[in-house]
């Protein structure tokens, strides 16, 4: 059983959202951070697309993503707000360390240390949110909480360029670090543990039995594969995208970054945050399995937007279509979040959230940005023509991704049930 702790701590449930968001914020800032330095890290070190799409990629999400199962588990006995607390100051301290880095290897070798800490943050957070808001309440929430994707776009695509450009790259790595180290004594003093729902059984699940019972149900299977192949696509292309934007329209990387965070980020946070209202009312009148059947048509949409950006003929074309493909795209992992944690039973919520986390960053974190990038590498030539071609063979992979979304959609809520009665023997 979770432990209480001292009444002088926050017991709002939109205050513990405020502070896990401006967590979150650091969390996805430090991502977009790299990729928005990409053209002057390579400058400076003389490395190639492949190995920053390493940086990106494997270097940063394998870790953080066979790390995060062991953690969730213990999330899921002990107190989550701890273990996301400590995982950030895991984090940023390897984000200072970035900054430090003298050298390519360095740089990998801090980038790993960011994925260790990270491991911590995801599955704890939703688990935690879930526990403090209603079923039909948490489109909102989760939506609020995938802000933090954008405007932490924002600090990677410009604050960061900015910061870089009036001192140097390492100092925009500082800054982040020491804003999450700052966050995470915040959070910690101030959110409280929340009983659990449903008691701690005194024998874990063990962790294949509880993979393979899950992997059963049918929207299990959905979401998490659905969500990895869109995430495959998504990731891809928002990682790479400012690099692209400067290459194809021959923009300096600060305006590239500018052009294109502008042109994706406001788009998505208005998509995300209406895309958490309607799927509330969704669930209240047309039931849970709309969030995947949305999400599906969301997802579906934005690929198809995202292949046209990659191929405009100039910057005001790209931001054109940036606009509602950002509107389509900003919302559709809220659906997928939310419909996940009505799925699981609260005991193994952040578990088996980290189960389909595992999944999902295995195929769109590790590979999506090196693969983008080592086919750009293989294309050759004209850099901006290698970085479409890479693109345009990995974004489609947003289309599967909602056909999976959509047959998941079909058995959530039986699927529910079942998995409530047969964990609970």
């Not at 990629?57 to 107190?79: E, T």
């Not at 240390?113 to 599955?123: H, P, T």
Request: charged letters at 10%; aromatic letters at 10%.
């Amino acid at each position: 059983m979770t432990q209480i702790t001292g009444p002088s701590r926050l017991t709002n449930k939109w205050l513990v959202l405020v502070l896990l968001l401006g967590i979150a914020l650091i969390n996805y800032g430090d991502r977009y951070l790299l990729a928005g330095l990409v053209e002057p890290i390579k400058a400076d070190f003389g490395v190639s697309d492949g190995f920053m799409g390493l940086l990106m990629g494997p270097a940063f999400a394998l870790l953080y993503s066979l790390l995060s199962i062991p953690l969730a588990r213990l999330a899921d006995k002990r107190s989550r707000i701890a273990i996301l607390c400590a995982g950030c100051l895991v984090w940023s301290g390897f984000t200072i360390l970035s900054g430090l880095a003298p050298s390519a290897a360095w740089l990998a070798v801090a980038r790993i240390g960011v994925g260790v800490g990270e491991a911590a943050f995801q599955a704890p957070a939703y688990s935690l949110l879930a526990a403090y808001f209603a079923p039909e309440q948490r489109g909102r929430a989760f939506a609020v909480m995938t802000l933090a994707v954008y405007f932490g776009q924002y600090l990677g695509y410009r604050a960061g360029p900015e910061i870089a450009h009036a001192a140097s790259w390492h100092a925009a790595f500082y800054v982040m670090g020491l804003a999450g180290v700052a966050l995470a004594a915040i959070a910690f003093a101030l959110i409280r543990e929340p009983q659990r729902s449903d008691p701690t059984p005194a024998q874990p699940d063990l962790l294949w039995p509880l993979f393979k019972t899950l992997w059963r149900a049918r929207s299990f299977r959905g979401l998490s594969l659905g969500m990895a192949f869109a995430t495959l696509s998504g990731l891809s292309f928002g990682m790479w995208g400012p690099a692209l934007f400067a290459r194809a329209y021959a923009l300096p990387i600060t305006e590239a970054n500018a052009a294109f965070g502008l042109a994706f980020g406001l788009p998505g946070l208005i998509g995300t945050l209406v895309f958490g209202v309607v799927v509330d009312r969704l669930v209240r009148t047309r039931g849970p399995q709309w969030l995947l059947m949305l999400a599906a048509a969301a997802a579906c949409s934005a690929t198809l937007l995202l292949l046209l950006v990659i191929w405009a003929p100039d910057v005001a074309t790209a931001r054109m279509i940036a606009i509602p493909s950002g509107l389509l795209g900003g919302g559709w992992s809220v659906g997928i979040m939310a419909a996940l944690q009505y799925l699981m039973p609260d005991r193994v919520r952040a578990t088996g959230t980290a189960l389909a986390l595992l999944i999902i960053n295995l195929i769109g974190y590790v590979t999506g940005p090196l693969l983008a990038g080592q086919i750009s590498d293989l294309v050759a030539g004209d850099p901006a023509h290698a970085l479409r071609m890479g693109l345009t063979i990995i974004v489609p992979t947003g289309f599967l991704g909602a056909a999976l979304m959509l047959g998941g959609a079909r058995t959530l809520m039986q699927d529910r049930d079942q998995l409530a009665e047969g964990l609970a023997a």
